[in-house]
């Protein structure tokens, strides 16, 4: 299987289930990847980038870690036009309070230690959900947590929201998310497809495509069954939707998810479209 | 959960006020007519009446019309709404202009608190209309459904100017002819302009869209529209200016139009990939039956057929029920089913599909319950004609108990959506990294 920076642990997990003991043996960090529950909420959401950025490693030691595996690194992708999610680095990383921070009020930091959770096999991610959907304009959530969730960090940067995390140790992670009144006035865009270049993608990926065609599905089956299939899709391949309609409420999904999506009209009632990394 | 930036679909705030709005004035109307009893024994023009009337095409019908539009026009037309706030303050006006204008029919109040109740409907159609049109100037792609739609706004307007002129005409007396006399000319752009256009408009998107089923051409609904609009306006200036008896010509433009758009859904839905019907397009299908009757009254009301006083009236009444608790009703709730679901899960779950096994739309809401809200309504429905027509206060009493009981299940539905909060997701896991 060809690897790269952005292929997710599950991935890996379930093409080789020997990548849990090759990751986990990089550095104690990722003894926490032994523990299925953890697992279970992190492997789906975070890529081999992500990763080595947590375990504060190089990704290199994962592709020298996996290769005798038979995992093939590939880090030459100049098909992908998007840029990913630029995370801070831990050169970059702050150490000092951003000033919104530091100026705000004790009882407007909203704290939800999700510790507990992780550690008895609970996934967080929908009370977290909900914690940021109640915290309003003036307020900050603070989420006390034992690494730093990079996924969620991902999902937020895109609604807006802008973060600080804050590493006490190993073990304790303080992460920060608030509405930054400054720079919520972006325009908003349209996620636009490029519609000329379908052909040219879809020979990229020299057949490596999963085809699957919704038409006959009923609203909101569309949806549910292409983000199901986003999910496992295996890194290097694109989905070939056959569809009747540009689907108008995927679109803001797959760029939150950092898909991109060439789109081929193929005659009034047939819309093809692939969706890649 | 917020919806996504790049979403073309307005916020959750925008949108579902209407429907909760619209649903408690379905069981305002139904209370209403559980009072009115004695108003269906003579003329139409009574201020029982004038309530009911009002109550179910503003609180009801065009209420929740605006609710749903603003989350389908962005889909019909491909683009962002104009304006969000507009849309609130439109929401703002109507609801005032209906509570007041509601009171002062029942009451027969015609000062002026009737003439701010008549100022705020027209403001909030006119902030209706610059949102639609604004929208419609931003879509890429101009289709009949816009101009269904479009249109059906600008004679909404038209509709509410009239009215006012009437509220107006009430303390002031300048209009030349008698007052019943545009009470027709209201009733009807209201009926045939505002409300049939825009459910032709939109039903021809959505229909085949729920029967997975694909238009082979829009020419049969470019007939249709200007069939309608033609009929309309031909009517519109004979009744103000010429009086000539070619009113049931103008009835036959109007209804060729209809029948146009009936002969497009069936030659469509012959198209269709899905055969079992749920409840909410068993509903609409009945609705589209129901509108059979207004068809053929209207050629009895627009010519001058010798009746008997006493028939003829009830005749008139019989015309109003069918477009406003026949057609337009039924066709409303059998559409909130199939619209209202769908928002609600896409703010509650878009971020989670896919990561999460969600629930879908249909499991949002009581089916049991949708479907005796369909077998009340029919039934409450023919109490209700049967009993004006033989000018029985029973009968029509036990067809206003038929829509009470109607308008409370579909408001316990409506409401349970409206409250719908997010349950407990099982994550899926993947492959080997499961538990």
């Not at chain 1, 950025?53 to 880090?75: T, V």
């Not at chain 1, 986003?230 to 760029?255: D, T």
């Not at chain 2, 019908?61 to 683009?79: E, N, S």
Request: hydrophobic share 50%; aromatic share 12%.
């Amino acid at each position: 299987m060809q690897i790269a920076a952005n292929t997710k642990i599950s991935a890996l997990i379930k093409e080789n289930p020997a990548a849990i003991d090759a990751i986990a043996s990089i550095n104690r960090y990722f003894e926490k990847l032994r523990n299925p529950v953890l697992r279970k909420i992190l492997a789906s959401r975070v890529t081999i980038a992500d990763a080595a950025r947590i375990g504060g490693c190089d990704i290199e030691k994962f592709y020298e870690k996996l290769e005798p595996l038979g995992f093939i690194a590939s880090e030459s992708k100049t098909r992908n036009t998007k840029k990913p999610i630029i995370m801070q680095t831990p050169e970059t990383q702050t150490k000092t309070m951003p000033a919104y921070l530091a100026q705000l009020p004790a009882q407007h930091i909203v704290a939800l230690d999700v510790c507990e959770d992780i550690a008895s096999g609970n996934d967080p991610f929908l009370k977290i959900m909900n914690a940021v959907d109640g915290i309003g304009e003036n307020n900050a959530l603070l989420i006390i947590n034992t690494f730093e969730p990079t996924p969620l960090i991902a999902i937020l940067k895109k609604k807006g929201y802008s973060f600080w995390t804050d590493v006490k140790n190993a073990n304790l992670v303080h992460t920060y998310f608030w509405k930054d009144a400054g720079t919520n006035n972006a325009p908003e865009q349209t996620i636009k497809p490029e519609t000329g270049s379908f052909d040219d993608v879809l020979a990229g990926f020299a057949g490596k495509v999963r085809r699957i065609d919704v038409r006959a599905m009923e609203m909101p089956q569309p949806m549910v069954t292409i983000l199901g299939e986003l999910e496992i899709l295996p890194q290097q391949e694109a989905l070939y939707v056959v569809h009747k309609r540009v689907p108008q409420f995927l679109l803001p999904q797959l760029e939150e998810r950092g898909f991109n999506i060439t789109i081929k009209e193929v005659g009034p009632n047939q819309v093809d479209l692939l969706i890649y990394k | 959960m917020s919806t996504a930036t790049t979403s073309n679909s307005p916020g959750k705030w925008v949108v579902l006020p209407h429907y909760a709005f619209a649903a408690l004035a379905f069981v305002a109307l139904s209370i209403l007519l559980l009072f009115s009893t004695d108003a269906f024994s003579g003329h139409y023009f009574h201020p029982k009446l004038l309530t009911l009337t009002h109550v179910a095409a503003l609180g009801w019908a065009t209420m929740l019309i605006f609710g749903a539009l603003y989350q389908l026009l962005p889909v019909v037309l491909d683009c962002k709404l104009y304006s969000e706030k507009l849309a609130t303050i439109a929401f703002g006006f109507l609801g005032i202009g209906t509570i007041l204008l509601a009171w002062c029919f029942w009451n027969f109040e015609l000062g002026h608190v009737m003439h701010i109740a008549a100022c705020s409907l027209v403001i909030s159609f006119i902030l209706f209309n610059i949102n639609v049109i604004q929208t419609a100037r931003l879509a890429p792609k101009w289709t009949i459904e816009s101009d269904f739609i479009v249109t059906s706004a600008i004679w909404l307007l038209v509709t509410g100017i009239v009215g006012l002129i009437m509220v107006l005409n009430f303390t002031m007396a300048f209009l030349p002819v008698e007052h019943t006399h545009y009470l027709k000319l209201h009733a009807h752009i209201g009926m045939a302009g505002w409300f049939l256009l825009l459910i032709i408009g939109v039903g021809s998107k959505l229909i085949p869209m729920f029967l997975l089923a694909h238009a082979e051409s829009t020419k049969k609904l470019n007939w249709s529209y200007n069939l309608i609009n033609a009929g309309l306006v031909f009517f519109i200036f004979d009744h103000l200016f010429f009086h000539t008896a070619l009113l049931p010509v103008y009835a036959v433009l109007v209804v060729a139009g209809i029948l146009s758009f009936m002969v497009f859904i069936y030659e469509t839905s012959k198209t269709r990939q899905r055969h079992d019907m749920d409840l909410g397009m068993k509903q609409t299908f009945v609705a589209l039956a129901l509108l059979l009757l207004p068809i053929v009254l209207v050629f009895i009301v627009s010519s001058q057929v010798a009746l008997p006083q006493q028939l003829l009236s009830a005749v008139y009444l019989v015309y109003g029920i069918s477009v406003f608790l026949g057609f337009i009703s039924a066709i409303i709730l059998g559409q909130t089913f199939k619209t209202l679901p769908f928002i609600v899960w896409m703010h509650a779950y878009e971020d989670y599909v896919g990561r999460f096994k969600t629930p879908l739309p249909k499991d949002l809401y009581n089916h049991a319950i949708q479907r005796w809200q369909n077998y009340s309504y029919l039934f409450g429905y023919l109490l209700l004609v049967t009993g004006v027509l033989l000018n029985n206060q029973q009968i029509i009493l036990a067809g206003a108990i038929g829509f009470t009981i109607t308008s409370l299940l579909y408001t316990a539905n409506v409401f349970q959506l409206l409250l719908h909060k997010v349950q407990e997701l099982k994550p899926f896991s993947y492959g080997n990294a499961s538990v």
